[in-house]
């Protein structure tokens, strides 16, 4: 399958710790996007790559947030210190580039306890 | 800026009735717009899309929507609904990708929509 794929699909972590989280893109994906969904909402852009250059990132992205995407390919997404309120679908897309659309994947859901 | 009002955050329909979700929007430039589909616990898949050209956009599992600008709105109806239509619904805008602009999404709330057998 070709599909954006991302890793893991749920994490439950206790408050303070760190998670990680690894979104592949589909394959000659120049673009791809950092989304968060919380309960009872629509997603929420976060930030976004053109290879290996973060371009923008959301005011929703506090300092505990980290996005990287090293050689232009996969991206993980840090968030340091958890708090119960970023419990959320974490959810990766990718686009070929900036004029066509992008393909999500089925999300990383992140429940603090 | 862009933003989008879904308008009923759940909808009930009986299987082989109409289905009509409501979705409008505010832009500053021309929008790009979207509906998405998501089923419990699984990612956004693209149900159809409007760029530019023809208003009346047709999509995937019988599904269309049209454009209307003078209303800003761009609803999202199936003629007979299916048992496995039950999901939620998001309608989504971006501003149309230039030189200026990217290709960002802000969402709405999201519509569930049960199907009654």
């Known amino acids: 399958d070709t599909g954006v794929s991302q890793d893991p699909r749920h994490k439950i972590t206790k408050r303070g710790q760190n998670v990680t989280f690894r979104c592949d893109p589909i394959?000659?994906?120049?673009?791809l996007y950092w989304y968060r969904q919380t309960l009872g909402q629509g997603p929420e852009f976060l930030t976004y790559?053109?290879?290996?250059?973060?371009?923008?990132k959301s005011r929703l992205l506090s300092d505990r947030f980290s996005a990287e995407r090293p050689k232009g390919s996969f991206s993980t997404l840090e968030i340091q210190r958890t708090e119960q309120g970023d419990s959320a679908m974490y959810l990766c897309?990718?686009?070929?580039?900036?004029?066509?659309?992008?393909?999500f994947g089925q999300g990383t859901r992140l429940t603090v306890v | 800026a862009q933003s989008v009002t879904q308008l009923g955050s759940h909808v009930s329909v009986s299987e082989g009735a109409l289905v009509l979700l409501r979705c409008n929007y505010s832009s500053s430039v021309p929008p790009y717009l979207f509906w998405y589909v998501q089923y419990p616990n699984q990612g956004l898949q693209l149900l159809l899309k409007?760029?530019?050209?023809?208003?009346l956009v047709k999509g995937i599992n019988g599904f269309e929507a049209e454009f209307k600008k003078s209303e800003t709105s761009f609803h999202l109806t199936k003629p007979s609904a299916h048992m496995s239509d039950a999901a939620e619904y998001f309608c989504?805008?971006?501003?149309?990708?230039?030189?200026?602009?990217?290709?960002?999404?802000?969402f709405g709330a999201g519509t569930t929509v049960t199907v009654r057998a």
């Open positions: 897309a990718s686009s070929f580039d900036r004029y066509t659309e992008a393909f």
């Open positions: 409007y760029t530019t050209g023809a208003t």
């Open positions: 989504a805008v971006s501003e149309a990708p230039d030189w200026a602009n990217d290709y960002k999404l802000s």
């Open positions: 790559f053109q290879n290996e250059a973060q371009l923008e």
């Open positions: 394959s000659e994906h120049n673009r």
